[in-house]
């Protein structure tokens, strides 16, 4: 391809753009910048009647400020009323507040009457109200059915017998106690099982005849009397009555136990103890 060739390209296609680039620029200039009417624009604009009579923007607002306005007709306003609730019904706001107070009174009103239920003792026959334990017969028959003692849950207490021969002994100790003395007159004792050292529940010990407690070690003879340990007293027991045979504890009436050094009975351990190595 000869030099004179491609200058003759050259010149032919910057020709070529140059038209493009003149021709675009002619086309611009019909819009001239924002605002500016198309010449097309213009033309439908000249050929366009506004109204009646006006044809230039004066003449339009002209006619503008002379159009009578139309003015809007008296509307008589209406004096409020306030809405009747009941017709309304209950709010959500009201629905929630009433659940809540409701709830409320019922949890309150259980619990009130959960405490006056604990603590109306007697009114249900538990511990704390007198409670029928049986036959006397059928109690001691018990006590030596089970080597010596018989547990009374409802009572809380420990039942046990009291040796005849010991009688002169016990009036001497337990006289000023009637209701527990009369107990002891019918063969027996009602223990309360709460130590009176700390209050642990006492066991009995088959083995050593002795009630002995597993807290500290205390230990009392089979009817109650204190043989060793921290405890300051021996057992404390149950007022009790027989009428007919029939024992009634009253779990209400606690005497406190006979002081320390107390042994009516003479009873000393008859095997080994079940604590310790015979007290503290
Ligand atoms: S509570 Fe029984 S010995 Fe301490």
Redesign the pocket.
Known sequence: MSTGFVIAIVVVAAIVFGAIVVFTSARSTDVRGAGALSRETRSRDRKAKVGATATTGREVEASARTTDLVKAAPVEIAPFVAPDEEALGVSRRMFFNRTAVTLMGASIGAFGASVLAFLWKGADGGFGSKISAGKVDDIVANIRANKGFYYLAEARAWITEYPKASIGKAQAVYGSQAPVFAGMQAGIVALYQK?P????R?PECKSSQWFE?Q????QYNRVGEKKG???PRGMDRFAVSVSNGQLTIDTGAVFAGPAVGVNTTGQEAEGPHCVGAGGH
């Open positions: 130590c050292h700390l209050g642990c006492v407690c807290c500290h070690g205390s340990g921290p405890a």
